[in-house]
């Protein structure tokens, strides 16, 4: 029965396909075909060039409404953007987005894809956006904003942060660059107030103090391939050796780990979330769909039927909880961005991934800080919806 009402929901939202194809297609450029040059003149390499901004909506943002339980199915496209480098054709450059950051303050998003980084205003659309090519400052698989929104950080090479300015891009000083942080990728996590970071790596689960860039906690539990963080900071949760566990941070730091949960894969997703900041999602055993968890009570309180990205094999599944209706849950799937109510367990939106992008790298999904924008991202385009007043 529970296929067969994942079948129903595919086909009733494949309506949405439609939305997401003409959006894609209104960006390509006409394609020129270029004279050839006299005989004896060589013409120069064409080199990659950051991208332009292309946007469906360069008006800036309509009134819109935080996105919640009660409106959201009228959920509405209103723009996609890109973020990649041009001038690549025919050299097998693969464009993908590794992270979709918004601001904790205001409406800028920074994108974290494969050699570049983009800066956009999405208050301005239609502003050409700040990019960073990654060629210049090393391979980036992943990042994180500070609590005050001023400046975001991007790991690189699988071990050296950065941190730069939200607003100009520009480079900035910080005493987290010279820490090595071996094979962490993108498992990795800020506190809330912003003083500890969480990373997880082939072997280590690490806390950083974040002012003096000093190791304050190492646990060796073997693999972490995700951390996140309670809203109060005090618990802290992982996928180790492709399990959940949770920990509790006490006062020197100490961490305490309090349970270990049945094998998920090391794919699986997890986010914190809830009005009290006390329910845990993370993917289901067997990939069977999303378990949410009251860590207080230890009751599994709904099970959000989204597929798992882990059945993939390749990209870990992104799951995120809104700011404003801290009830509402957005997971990713192998074809569809999925909306939850976790108060009801109950099946909210759906958003058919465009199926030319399906190969094209991991979906990322964020809401900004009030809730009322929801970015969706795969391959190389990424998509902001909202519900207009």
Request: hydrophobic share 45%; aromatic share 8%; proline share 8%.
């Amino acid at each position: 029965m529970k296929r067969w009402w994942k079948i129903v929901r595919l086909v009733g939202a494949l309506t949405a396909v439609c939305l997401f194809a003409p959006i894609a297609h209104a960006q390509q450029q006409p394609t020129l075909t270029p004279t050839p040059p006299p005989p004896g003149v060589v013409l120069p390499t064409p080199t990659a060039v950051p991208t332009a901004l292309f946007a469906t909506h360069p008006q800036p943002l309509p009134d819109l409404q935080p996105i919640t339980r009660a409106n959201a199915a009228s959920l509405q496209p209103l723009f996609t953007l890109q973020c990649r480098l041009t001038g690549m054709a025919g050299t097998g450059y693969q464009p993908a987005i590794y992270e979709v950051l918004l601001s904790p303050v205001d409406n800028r998003l920074v994108v974290v894809a494969n050699d570049i980084i983009c800066i956009y205003d999405l208050d301005n659309p239609a502003a050409a956006p700040i990019t960073l090519e990654a060629s210049r400052i090393g391979a980036e698989s992943g990042g994180f904003f500070g609590p005050d929104g001023q400046a975001f950080y991007t790991l690189h090479n699988e071990y050296v942060i950065r941190k730069w300015d939200a607003l100009t891009g520009e480079a900035l000083p910080t005493e987290l660059e010279g820490v090595y942080l071996p094979n962490v990728q993108q498992n990795l996590a800020l506190s809330p107030d912003g003083t500890q970071l969480a990373t997880g790596s082939r072997l280590w689960l690490r806390l950083w103090d974040m002012v003096t860039s000093t190791n304050i906690v190492s646990a060796n539990v073997g693999r972490v391939t995700a951390v996140a963080w309670s809203s109060n900071g005090t618990r802290l949760a992982t996928i180790e050796e492709g399990r959940p566990a949770l920990y509790t941070l006490h006062p020197g730091p100490l961490l305490f780990r309090d349970t270990v949960l049945e094998p998920v894969g090391n794919g699986a997703g997890l986010a914190f979330g809830g009005a009290d900041g006390n329910l845990l999602a993370y993917t289901s055993p067997e990939g069977e769909g999303v378990t949410v968890l009251n860590i207080t009570s230890g009751e599994i309180v709904a099970a959000p039927d989204i597929d798992s990205t882990v059945q993939s094999g390749f990209y870990q599944q992104e799951l995120v909880f809104s700011p404003v209706d801290p009830l509402l849950l957005a997971g990713t799937g192998r074809e569809i961005f999925t909306l939850w109510n976790v108060a009801a367990d109950q099946h909210l939106w759906d958003y058919v991934v465009n199926p030319n992008l399906l190969s094209g790298g991991p979906h990322q999904a964020a809401f900004n800080a009030d809730g009322t924008l929801l970015v969706l991202a795969v391959g190389e385009v990424i998509a902001v919806f909202g519900v207009s007043s």
